[in-house]
Every structure is written in structure tokens, then in C-alpha cells.
């Protein structure tokens, strides 16, 4: 158990780390899944099987397509030509490790995660899973925020029609 | 009538909008706008006849603030705002279709108006449910409903570089601050276990609260909140969205944007002032960021020569004010005095009105000079005295002379802050309503003292206000100087 | 009508006929001339009716000022047996000055303009004289100020009349400010500004310093008005304005108010006995130096008005003398007349010589204006003291009362002018009058009409008599000396004063007789011991220098440091923080996660 | 609505009016000599006896919030703020008067007319409120009407620099003064806006004493901005200078005297305490004004600017007799400030109709104009002589109230006041100085030979000339006039500052 | 099932992706990548969510309100990046690059 978290915690973060150092835009893209499936596993070893597969399907799937169908579309120049500036990399860095370290810092300090993962019932039977009851969740309580998102997807694709069409009729 | 009804309605008629647009042959695609704006006045007539349920057990409720006079008058907000949005991009159809279609290429003379009427009432419901919104999840769905209308808003004008690169900008900028802000939720949602904001509140304000984590939790929601009302320093998307976007967007950013981003603030922080461990902390970093945000607004307003551009400077400038307002929540030991719920609604309501104003000017102007510098104001007051004076009142009000509502704003902001010992704050208020006097009013030295930069013998046209901004500018300056004398015309819808 | 209605009445018509004119008459200038004329003989009229003894009225009042108990200002007229005497003297030399004008100021452009500026000062003067408290006096004072200034100026359009009409007005109101101190410290000594009420406190005061100081301070309105040194430098510059104007007010009138002013509280100089001896000196000094002055000037005016100041010398003399005061204003009484008629005297000289005012260039004209050759040498003996005149009389008075009191430093002065004065007047007499024709214009001089000519003649009349009890008893109930108790102590005064006569007269004499240029030159005398230089240069720096230092202190240090840096420093940050907002948007999310890192640091530490 | 209320709303109805295209000059002559007639009528009525207490009250209440004092929209004359309301009506026509003829302006003759209005309508609204918040609000009316018309009518090359310093400044002065007034509300319990309801809470229960020295600091940094108080007054002279003559009289003569008008009737009965600690502050800055304006006067080289300084010079007397704060000091000061405001009004006329006949102002420039307009020369004269304080005109009686007030009570020995009297006096002489040489420049001495003879003043110029020099006459000849109404409201003032 | 892991483990992780994913927005160039790395921040963000869930037990399930957030998060970023391609496709139509340091025309 704890072995296999660490295997995907490392995939996860070099996923990561391989779309921020790799200059092609597709070895970037190609890591991200990587790492969204180490996320994936994450996510089923914390018992969401529902979120799991859906960070697969839909991130590691269908978003990520997207993002290469693009890249190839633009057919972008393999690397980003200029180096990256000294200062802005050296900059970053230290901003981005001193952020790490105040999580790190605020997780010790907090002590908020010093519980073991604790147990939970199996499942109750049929009609039980998560999917049922995030199913139920999002169609009974969470019903108004789902027609909501109905509206932003809706927006989304008007707008990508009218951005992205090459002439308006 | 149930309130969610108002969003509804709203969506609806966006609904309406768009398939008018796809499927009906109209000539002027104007009456698409036309129609909105009819709805919408409709819509806000409605809202003086909601009703509140005898429960909130409702599914409904769960993400309703209960009965909340407040909430309605930001919905208010966000409906006037939308409508006077699309007078202005009804007014702003011709430079919409010059820059996003290319006749030449068989587009339609009017294409890509339809979307431009439309959209603006996606983001309204989006903004009326943020108005009401009490709850982690409808927070952030509505939230995002209208950033992501507002990505498309912003950019629409695609063959104009300043639009494109505007909305690039606002894209990572904002979905950097969404994912401080699902971060943050995340904290949130960990350390109190639960989505509602009651909830919230409660949790937070047990003394064994886990003050360190809550505190963090807050740090990354005030970074997303602080960005979405142009706090300092993370406002710094705001002087090139609000240039480069179209200018009926800009209006719309400026106003419904930052306001329904402000009664979030308020929902969100408000459970934090709450809470007696972290309160003093969050009042200063409120303070803290009200100060950066007051001096950058400010000065760097002073020395700007683009109108939109130097009006973004002045919407960081005023959400430095009401943050002002924010961190001088009443302690526990001043019981009696402002809230700032109050001082920061008022201020929002008469922001709306003369921000309005302003943008209405400089969209009908925009139709007969071309550019937005300063400078090609020149000889306004001549050419239309009438929109000469609309901009003068406007300018008024935000500098916050007296019996104009801006200035009710101010006093209440500097009412709160004095009751609070907020001294520096005060001070670096003042300095910056000084410097407001001149940035403002700079505006009046090319529109009066200028002449119109038009060739020998050729005659001085005047600039054609369309019936609908004329209406609207005049109920607006009415209101400006009506809420200027009397505040209670304002106070009285929310309290 | 009853005496409070005359006494209004006087007080008040002057400033009717001269808001009038002003108003419209001044249309038609031969009627303002008259109408001004007319009321100059209806005061003067009136005030012989009041003359002559009587009770010590106050006349009913109009309130001015109403402040509760912290301050009553009135305007109210007292009517004692000063101010009728000086009521006299005012009117009855008024009328002739303005009979005087009729002619002299005939074909003149601004002749409206003229009466109703005599108008106004005879207003302004009565109010002075009849002025029941130092506030009304101080407004009167002022007006006094203004009417002499219009005066002055008369012939504006002249650099040198315009600059002579500023100068005195300003040098006045350098005396002003010491007079009004003056008036607040009295006030706050002995809580009233009515002159009776102040009568009756001012034994009471117990800070005897303050008190001293409250009276110079007053006394320094008297410097002013009267011409003392050091603010004598006006009068002589006064002599811009049209003769007879000199003669009523830089003569007879104005110039004494100080004088009359000391007198009427006289109450308060001798209860201030360092402020009296002051006054003594300052009176007995200008009399010197002002006798020393008119020596060397050549301007016939000029040397009248040197002569004037050392008169008003003598008279404020007497005042700080204790005692002296009637005698003061015994001479004040005198000198009116006698000046007046060597003004006059003078004017129809000019008149006649076409504007020439230089002696020089006149000459034998004793022959060709024998009237006015006449009175003037009855005026020139009334004051340099030629027994049985009225000069005489009046200044044995002041010379005999510092006697008494022993100020013999006053008093040396005093006797040392006594031998100046004949000598100076002489000399005007001899070199006018005498000897040849030296230019065209006295030339054609012919004796002057008797519009001019009968003012002369009965102000000689005065010259010689006003002194004698025939006159004095109904002119002059309050101030006149005792004829009889001088010639009683017939003493040391009295021979050193006739032997300067004698000496005076001989010497002059003997240097003018048949020259045709003076022989004598001393130009510390004839350039005034350079005291307007000093002056020019004193101004130059202390207020012009201090002025043009505050202008630029104002220009280029208090407008930068108050309102231009902190606009520009304002300006400079905005300029300064626009920088941040580089354009690029990764820079942003850079400020943007230092600001979240930030933010946690603060937060969580 | 009360007489009052008229009043207040006529001068701003009539901008409105403008606006929507009534004929300009029209309708503000007609606005401004109704609402002059209507104050006489208010002051005729006026009952003096009815000791201190407001006459004709009229109150709307507007918002009671919680943590928020009540507020109303409430007007109500006692005698001080009727002598101000006077002052602003008479000044206000003449302004009307003296203004160009909408032919003679170039462009915007309804901007003209209705700026004035707004500036005037402003300041009697701002004298007329009895409520704290709209006695603020009134007068900041006047900012951009004063901004707008410096830069758009002004003349001199620097007419943008002058607008943009007396905007700022006076915004800036504001500003404080509005964090003092607020200061002030607070310290009082923070529970109406009423000034009258706030004096009396002063006296039962005032503020800390550490409280009262900042309130009233701020008020006087702030209504001292407003009065070109020194050292903040060098937005005043060039603005006054480069001002339309209209402008300036209204500016100068009445808007300037709101910040006098706030100290007496909004500093004093607040922070007496403060007032008294500050009072050496005071005293020395007032001999700022009197004695190194007045010598800046002196070296002032054109008309125009020197009757700038000279009106910022005068507003030390004014200050005298407020830091005297007895009866006596405060009814002169009151009484100063209606008397300056006639004469300074008077002179700017003049100097407005000098530039525009003869295109310059300058000394050197000038000379013996007294022969080419002598109704003009006399007038002139008139007014310099009772801007130096001459008897007959309401300055002199004002000055010698101010004077003795603020020299009562050294029967002990002179204190610190008594010596910045005595030094103010001296003020009287430097204020004959320039004005003597001003008026000798101008109208005396022999006349430049370049220089052309205009007509004489015309009866419409000739009319506001005598209106202003009559009420200026008038009052000086019978000061009780004016004093009348101002003495019981001085006392009830007093009385509730203890 | 007992297990060593702890709450932490999975806050840090995802602590150390969404530090990831910010330093990409940082230093990377290319606006498509840029915009992965958004993403990348918004997964890191639904990890501690999904951590934080389960590890806030009820009557022996997790709280599934923290996947019903996650859902809708999941939801909005993919509309998010839908709109936010279409921007971009959008920009490189018209200025031919999607390098962002290039984006500053508008400035100061």
C-alpha cells in the first residue's frame, strides 16, 4: 500500500516535472499524462474510483487530446527557440521552493494530516458505490449547480464556435 | 416568485437570444439587443417581487443565502450593469463586426453580433447566482460561469491584437487564481468538512479551530478573491485586460465583475472576521493589501493617457476603498457602528452608476473618434455638450465630490475606518482621493479646454448618442446626484 | 433749533454737500462750488451761535457699535468750550478758504471735485473736534486723512502731486497704528474710550508704565497728523496741492488736530509724566529743525510749511508741558489765522505769478499787489512774535509755561527757534516783495480780485487782534492766555524772545536786502538733514527688500515645499509603480505567487 | 418648503435650467436677484430677538443607519450665517452683472452662466445648512465649476497650471477638513449630523482633550486650506488672478469665507479646548498672512495678483478675531468677513472690467487713467480705501470690533495675543501701502503715451459697482446693521462652548 | 485495512504538484504549456480535495461532497480549456506565435 502510493506519487510528480523541463510541447503533453494517471491511481487509492477513472477519461483523455490536436493543429515549433532568461528561471525557483516549503511547513505546523487513513465500511451493497452516491448527490442536492454548469458548457462552446470559426456566417 | 426564477428567466432569454440569432433572418441584429434589454428591465422589475420561501429546506435553498435583501441588490447590480452592457454593445456593433469578421470573405454584415447580445446574459445569471451564492460549490461553479463568459467576452474582438492579447492575459491570470481558489476551497473543505458557508462559519469560530491551516486555507482564497476584485498586488491583469477588452466588456468587468466578486469577498471572509482566533490576523492582511491596493490605484492612475486604461487604474483605486472598508470590520468592543457589508454595498451601488456613466460616454464617443487616448478627447464639450456633461458628472461622482453617491462612498469608507482607528489606512485614503482629483479630472482639461482636431474649413460635427444611452445616461446622472443627496435611495433597497 | 440740532447739523452737512456732488451736482461745477461755499457759512454761521460760552453739552448719540457690555462705540458730539473754540477756527477759516477758491480754483477742470473734497475734510474735521470718544475720533481722524489725500492729489495727473498725496497719507497712517495701539491700551487700562469716562478712571490705573506707553502710542497719532518729527517728511510735500488748500489744512486746521487732540485729553498726558516730557521734547526738537530747514528752501509754500512745523511744534511743546496745554491751544488759535493768511497770502502771490512758486524768481511785487503785500506782512508779523500781535501773545504763553515748569531743554530749543523764525520769514518777505522783478511772471503779476483779496484782509484783522479778550471771550472761551498775567511776568522770555526778533529781522536784513541769489548756503538745511533720503533708503530696504525677499521666499520655497512636492512626489511614484505593470503577463504571475508567498509567511507565522 | 429652502434651490434650479437651454444671462440675473430680494425679505423678518436661536428651520430627514449619525436635509438662518447668506446674494449679482454678455464670450456662454450659478448656489446652500454633512457638500460644489472656468475663461498663458493648483488644493484641503469633520462626529458620538444637536453635545459631554487638539487641528488645516490660510494660500492670488472677474468675486469674496464660517461655527463650539491649545499655532500663522503676505503684496508688480495677495493677506484679521473667541472678536470677524467679501468683490469687478479695456494689469504698464475713466477712478478709489480700512465702509467698523476683541482682557499685562495685535496693526499700514501705490500706479501720475481711453463705465457695469459700494457704505455707516443679527448668535456660541 | 499512510502524504504530494504546475506558469514560454501547467495546478488542488474526502469519514464513507466539488472542478476545467484553445488557436491566427513573452503591447 504504501509502497504503490509512493510509486504513483513519483510518477505523478515527475509527469509534472517533465511537462515543465521538456521543451517540446508534445514530450510535454505526453508527460502530463503521465502524471494523470499516477493521479488517477492516487485517487483510487484514497477509494475514489468514480473521480479515478474520470481524471482518466476526461483528463487524460479527452482534455489532453485536445491540447495535442492543438499543438499538432498549430504545428508549434518543437522547442521554445530563446533559453530561458537566468534570472526569471533562478527568480522562479526560489519563489516556487519557498511556496513547497510553506506548505510543507504549514502541513507539519497544522499537524491537520496526522491521521492514518482511516478505515471504511465496505461496501453496503448494491446501489452503494461512490458513483451511486455521488450520482445521487449531484442529481438530488446538487441538482442547481449541475444546471449551472449545463449553462457554462454551453457558453464554453458558443464561445469556442465564435473564436475559433474561421468566418462568421 | 421563487428567486432562482430571476436566473432562469435570465438564461432563458440568453436562450432566446442565441437561437433568434441562429435560426431567425433579421436584418439589424440590434433587436437581439433590444430584446435583451426589454427582458432584462422585465427581470428587474420582477426583482422587487421575489419571495422567500417559509423553509430553506428546498434543494434550491441549499445555495441561497436565506432571505438576504443584500443578495437581491447585487442581483440588481448585475441586471443593470448587463442591460447598460448591451446598450453599449448595441451602440459598439460596428467596431465588434470590423474586428471580428471580414466582409470580403462572405461574412455576414452583421456576424457575430448575436453572441456578442447574448453571452452578456449568461454572465448575468452567472453573476446573480454569485450574488446569492452560499455555498463552496454553487461559489465556485458560478464564479467560474462567469470568468469563462468573460474569457470569451474579452477576446471576442478577434482580429484585434489589444483584444487577443487582453484575453491571453486574463485566461492565465485567471485560471491561476481558480486554481488558488479550488485549492483554497480544498483547505477549506478539510479543515471544516463541509461545503456551506453556515457550516463554515461555525467550524471556524470554535476556539480549538486549527488556526495555522485555516489561515493558510485563507491566504490562497484572499489571493483568488483579491485578483477577482483587483486587490493589490495581484491586480496587475486589470490596466491591460480592461484597454485592451471591448469597451461595452470593459464596462461589464468593471462593474458586474467586481461587484459580484465583492459580495463573494464578503461571504467568503466574513466567516474568518467571525472567528475570534484569526480575526486580527485577517484584518491586516486586509488592511495591508487595502493599502498597496490604494497607493498602486492611485498613483499609478496619476500619470496614465489611455481613458480606459487610466479607468481600470481607477477600478483598482476604488477596490482599494472598499477593501479599506473590509479591513475596518467592527470588532467585537465598537458594537453600533457600520457594517462594512453596508459601506461596501452602497459603494458598489454608486460605483455601478457612475462607472456606468463613464463607460457610456466612452463607448458612444468611440463611434466618432477613434481611440480611447485622452487626448482625442479634444474638444468634446463642443462638439456634444450634453456628453460633456454626463462625463464631467461621472468624474465627479468617482473622484467622490460631495453630492454626487461617490462620495457617500468615500465618507462611509472613511467613517468606518476613523471608527476603527484605522489611522494609516486614513491617511493613505485620503492621499489617494487627493490624487483622484486630479486623475479624474484630468479628463476635463482636453473634453473643455481643447479644440476639436478637425481640419481648416471642414464643419465641427456633432456625435450622434443613440436613444437608448441617452435614456440610460440620463437616469444614471439623475440617480448619481439623487443618491448624492439623499444615500437612503440607495441604502433603503438593501437594508 | 435747539444746540443738538445745530451741533448735527454742522456736523453733518459738509458730508451732504459732499456726497451730492458727488452724486450729481458735480455736473455742473459752478454750482458745487457755491453749494460748498453756502454750507461753509451756514457751519460757520451756526458755530458763532454756539459760540460764546455756555454749558458742556453732549449731544444726544447714535449708536455705532453695539456690543452688549463688551463694547459700546458711539457716535456722540460734546460741545465744551474746546470744541467750540476750535469749532470757530475750523468754520471761520473754512469759509474764507472756500471764498478763497471760488477765485483761485475758477477755471479749474476738477473744481467738483475740489469742494467736495473741502466738503468732506470739513465734515471730517468737525467730527474730530466734536468726537466724544478716541473710536469716533480715530474714524474722523482717518477721514481727516482721506480728504487731505484727495486734496493733495488734486492735480493727480502730476507724478509729484500724486506722490505727495500717497506719501502723507501713509506717513499718517504710520502714526495711525501707534494711535490705535494707543487707543487699545487706554482702552484696556481703563476700560472705556470716552474721553470722560477715561477722565475719571485714569487716576485709578496702577500700571503706571503701561500707561506711560498707551500715551506716547497716542501721542504717535499726533506725530502723524501734526507732522512731528520723525513723520514730519508729509507736509512739506503737501504743498502739491492747490493753495488754499495749505492754508486750511496744512496750516490751520488739520495739522493741529494732533494738537487738539493732546488737549482734549490733556487728562491723560499729564497723568503720564515720562509720555508729557517726550512729547515736550519731540515738540520743542521739530520746532528746531523744522526753523533750521526753512532757512534754505526757496519754494514759498515750502518755507510756509517749514514754519508750520515748527509752529505745531511749539503747540505740542506746550501740550506736554504741564499746564501748557491752554497755552498750546492759544496758539493754535493765533497761528490759524495767521498762517492761514500767509497761505492765502502766498496763493494769490502764485495765482499771480502764474504758478511760480520760487522766491527767486519773483520779486517787487510789493508794488504791484499792495493789498497782498500788505497782509502778508501783518501775517509774517503775527508769527515771528512781533509784539502786541496776536503771534506774540500765544507764544509768550507757551515759552512762559515751560518756563515755569523748568523743561529747559524744551525751552532752549524753543527760545533758539524764537531768533530762526524771524530770520527765515524776513527773507521770504525781503527776496518776494522786495528788490526787482526777477522774471516774466512776477512781472505781469496784478493785485488779485476781492474775492481773493477780502479773505486777506480779514484774516490780517485776525492776525493782529484774536489774541485780545474782545475776540477771545466769544472765539476762544477755553484756551486763551491771560494778556494781562503775561505782561505781569514780563521776564527772561520775554526779552529773549524779543531780542531773536530784533536780531532776526537784522540779520535777514542785512544778507537779503537787493540780492538776486541767496547768499547763504548751507546744504544739510536746504536738503532737509537728507531725512527723506534716509527715509527712501530705509524703505528701499527694509520694505521693498523685505518684500521682494518674502515674494520670492513665497515663490520659490513655501508654494514648492507646501503644495508642488507633494504633487510632484505623488506623481513621481505613480510614474515610479507604473513600471511594475511591465506587460507581460508571466512577470504578473511571478508578482503574483511572491505576493501568495508572502501572504502565507505573514499569515501563518 | 420654507423661503429658505427657495433660496437655496433657486440659484441651483436655474443651473439646471441653463443647462437644458434657457437663455443664460436671463435666467441668472433672474435667479440671483430673487434669491438677493428673498434674503432681504429673510433679514427683514429676520427677528434678532429671538435671542440666537435659528429662524426659519426647515429639516428632511434623509437616512438613520445604524453606525451612521442621522442625517437630514435641513437649512436654517441664525444671525452669522445670515449675514453670510446676504453677503453671497449681493455678491452674487454683481458677479451676474459684471459677467460678459453671451455675445462677448467666445464659446459656452451657458457653461458660463451656470458654473457661476453652481459656484454662488453652492456657497449660500453651504451658509444655509444647518446640517454638518450638506454644510461640506454645498460648498465642494463650487470645485469643478471654479476648475472649468479658470481653464476655460481664465486668461494668462498659465491658466491650466492655475486651475489644476487651486483644484488639487482645495480638494486636498477638504479632504482633511472632512476627516476632521468626521473626527468631530465621532468624538461626539457619532449620532446625528446636526451641527446645532452637536454643539450642544459639545458642551455637556466634549470630547477627550487629545481628541479636541487633533479635531481641531485638522478643521484648521482644512478650513484653513479653504481660506488660504498661510502657509497654504499660494493657490490663491494666481487663481484669483488668472480667474474670470466673475469667478474671483464669488471665489474671493463669499466661497472663501465658508472656511471662516466652518471654524466659527463648526471648530470652536467643537474643540474649544483644542482651539485654546492650538491658539499660539494660530496667532502665529495669522501674522503669516497679515504681516509676510502683506509685504508679498507689496512686491506684487500687476493689479490683478496683488489683489490676490491682498485678499489673502486680510484673512489674518479674520483669523484674529476668531482666535480672540470672545464676543467682540467673533462678531468682528463675522462682520470682516461680509465686509471683505463686498470690498474684495468690488475691486475684482473693477479689475476685470481694467484688463478687458486695456489688456493688462501691470503698474508699469498703466498710469493716469483717472483722467481717461474718472467714474471708474472714483469708484476704485472708493474701494481700495475701504480695503485699507477706512472709516465709512464696513471694514473699518469690522477691524476695530476685531482689534479690541482681540485685545480685551491684558489688563495684567500684554499676552501673547495683545502682541500679535499690536503686530497685526502694522498690517493696517502695509495694506494702505499697496493700495495707495496700486491706485497711484493706475490712476495717477501722467498717462503712457501708447495707451488708449475706453469709455467710461457703462450703467450696466456702473450698477453692480453701486450695489456693492452701498451694502459696503451701508454697514459701515451703521454697522448695527449687520451686528444686530450677528451679536446673539455670537452668544449663544459662546455661550455653548463655554 | 490499517495503512501507514497519512493525511500528509498526499498533501504534500500535492502540495509538490500544484508548486509544479506554478513554476511552469512561471518560467515556461509557450502559452499551450503554460495552460497545461494550469491544469496541472487544478489536479494537484482535486488531489487534496479527494485526500481531505476520504479522510473525513461519516458513518463509514468518505464525505463525497469533496467529489461532487471535484466533479464540477473537473467539469469547469475542461470548458476552461476548451474556451482557452480557442483563444489561443484564435491569437495564433492573427499574431502567428504562442509565445507570451510576446503579448506586450499594452503596458505601464
Known sequence: MTFLFFIFAALTLFGGIGVVVNRNPVTSAFSMILSFLGLAALFIQLNAYLVGVLQILVYAGAIMVLFLFIIMLLDIPKAENKRFPVFTLGASVVVVVSFVTLVIAVITKSGVGAAKLPAIEAQKGPGQSDVHQIGELLFSTYWFPVQIVAVLLLVATVGVVVLSKRELK | MPVYFLEIIVVALGLIMLLVDAFAKIKDKRCIAWTGMVGLLVVFGLLFNVQWPESTDGAFWEFYSSNDQISLFYKGIAIISTLIVLIMAADFRHIVVAQTADPEKGAHPQAGLGEFFALPMFACAGLMLMASANNLVSIFVSLETVTITFYILVTYLRRNVGSLEAGVKYLILGALSTGFLVYGFAWIYGITGSMQLSEITTALAKPEVNSIAALFAFALILVALAFKVGGAPFHFWIPDVYQGAPTPITAFLSVGSKAAGFIVFLRLVSPFLASDVLADKVTLVLATIAGITLIMGNLAAMPQKNFKRLLAYSSVAHAGFLLMALASAPTKSSEGSLSPATVVTFYLGAYLLMTLLAFLVITTVRNSIAGEEIESYKGLAKRSPFLAFMLIISMASLAGIPLTAGFYGKLFVFKIAADQGNWTLLVIGLIGAAAGFYYYLKIAVPVFFGNPAIDEGEKLSTIHVSAPARTAMVILTIAIIAAGVNPNLIIGLFS | MDVTTIAWTVLLLPLIVAVSILLGLKRW???????????????????????????????????????????????????????????????????????????????????????????????????????????????????????????????????????????????????????????????????????????????????????????????????????????????????????????????????????????????????????????????????????????????????????????????????????????????????????????????AVIYACHHEQDIWKMGGLRKKMPITFITFAIGTAALIAVPFTSGFWSKEAILEAAHHEHLWGPYTLAIIVAFLTPFYMTRLVIVAFFGKNRSDNADHAKEVGPIMWVPLALLAFMAVFSAYDFLTGPLMANGHADIGHLIGHFGLTATLSLTGLVVGVSAAIYFYKGKDKDPISIPAFADRFYIDEIYEKLIAIFQDGASKVCDLLDRYFIDPIVARFPAMTAMTTGSILRIFQMGNVQTYAFMFSIAVVALIVFLIS | MTILEIIVTLPLLAALVIGLGAPARFTALGASVLVLIMSLVTALRFSPSIEGALQNVSSRPLMQMDGFPSLSLSFGLDGISLVMLLLSAIVMVAAVLVSPKESDLKHSPRLFYLSLLLIGGGAIGAFCSTDLFFLYAFHELALIPTFLMIGIFGTGKNRLRTAWTITIYLGVGSLVLLVGLILAVIGLGGSTFNIEELTALASDAPMAAEMQNWVF??????????????????????????????????????????????????????????????????????????IYIGLVTIAQKSLDRMLGYSSVMHMGYIFLGIAASNELGLSGAVLLMFAHGISIALLFAMSGWLREKYGTLEFNKLGGIGKQVPKLGLLFGFAAFASAGLPGFANFAAEVEVFIGAFAGAQDGLGWIQWATIISLWGVVISAVYMLRAYRAIFMGPIPEKLEAPADICWSMRLPLIILLVALTAVGFVPELLNQFIRPAITVLLAAAG | MESALTLDHFLIVSGFLFAIGLAGVLVRRNIIVIFMCLELMLSAANLTLVAFSRFNVHEGQPSYEGHVLLFFIITVAAAEVAVGLAIIVALYRSRETTDVGKLNTMKN
Open chain 4, 217 to 290: 487641528f485638522l478643521l484648521l488645516v482644512g478650513f484653513g486650506v479653504l481660506v488660504s490660510l498661510f502657509p497654504f494660500h499660494s493657490w490663491a492670488a494666481p487663481a484669483y488672478a488668472e480667474a474670470p472677474a466673475p469667478v474671483a468675486m464669488l471665489h474671493a469674496g463669499v466661497l472663501k469665507k465658508f472656511g471662516l464660517y466652518g471654524l466659527i461655527r463648526v471648530a470652536l463650539p467643537f474643540a474649544p479646548a483644542g482651539a485654546e491649545v492650538l491658539l499660539n499655532l494660530v496667532l502665529v500663522l495669522l501674522l503669516g498672512n497679515i
Open chain 3, 29 to 347: 461745477s459752478g454750482l458745487a462750488s457755491l453749494v460748498s461755499t453756502g454750507s461753509a457759512f451756514i457751519t460757520l454761521f451756526l458755530c458763532i451761535r454756539l459760540a460764546g460760552g455756555g454749558d458742556d453739552l453732549e449731544a444726544a448719540s447714535f449708536s455705532w457699535i453695539n456690543m452688549g457690555d463688551a463694547l459700546q462705540i458711539d457716535i456722540g458730539l460734546v460741545l465744551d468750550d474746546l470744541s467750540r473754540g476750535m469749532m470757530l477756527i475750523v468754520t471761520s477759516i473754512g469759509f474764507l478758504v472756500h471764498l478763497f477758491s471760488l477765485a483761485y480754483m475758477k477755471d479749474d477742470a476738477g473744481k467738483s471735485r475740489y469742494f467736495a473734497g473741502l466738503s468732506l475734510f470739513m465734515f471730517s474735521m468737525t467730527g474730530i473736534v466734536l468726537a466724544d470718544n478716541f473710536i469716533m475720533m480715530f474714524i474722523f481722524w482717518e477721514l481727516v486723512g482721506v480728504s487731505s489725500y484727495i486734496l493733495i492729489g488734486h492735480w493727480f495727473e502730476k507724478d509729484s502731486a500724486a506722490d505727495a498725496a500717497k506719501k502723507a497719507f501713509l506717513t499718517n497712517r504710520i502714526g495711525d497704528f501707534g494711535f490705535m495701539i494707543g487707543i487699545l491700551l487706554v482702552w484696556t487700562l481703563t476700560g472705556s474710550i470716552y474721553f470722560n469716562e477715561i477722565a475719571a478712571a485714569v487716576g485709578g490705573v496702577e500700571n503706571a508704565k503701561l500707561l506711560n506707553i498707551a500715551v506716547f502710542c497716542v501721542f504717535c497719532g499726533a506725530i502723524g497728523k501734526s507732522a512731528q518729527l520723525p513723520l514730519h517728511v508729509w507736509l512739506p510735500d503737501a504743498m502739491e496741492g492747490p493753495t488754499p488748500v495749505s492754508a486750511l489744512i496744512h496750516a490751520a486746521t488739520m495739522v493741529a488736530a494732533g494738537v487738539f487732540m493732546l488737549a482734549r485729553v490733556t487728562f491723560l498726558v499729564e497723568s503720564a509724566e515720562m509720555a508729557a516730557t517726550v512729547i515736550a521734547w519731540i515738540g520743542a526738537i521739530t520746532a528746531l529743525v523744522a526753523a533750521l530747514m526753512a532757512l534754505q528752501q526757496n519754494d514759498i509754500k515750502r518755507i510756509l510749511a517749514y514754519s508750520t512745523l515748527s509752529q505745531l511744534g511749539y503747540m505740542i511743546m506746550a501740550q506736554g508741558v504741564h499746564h501748557g496745554s491752554d497755552a498750546g491751544m492759544f496758539h493754535l488759535y493765533t497761528h490759524a489765522f495767521f498762517k492761514a493768511l500767509l497761505f492765502l497770502g502766498s496763493g
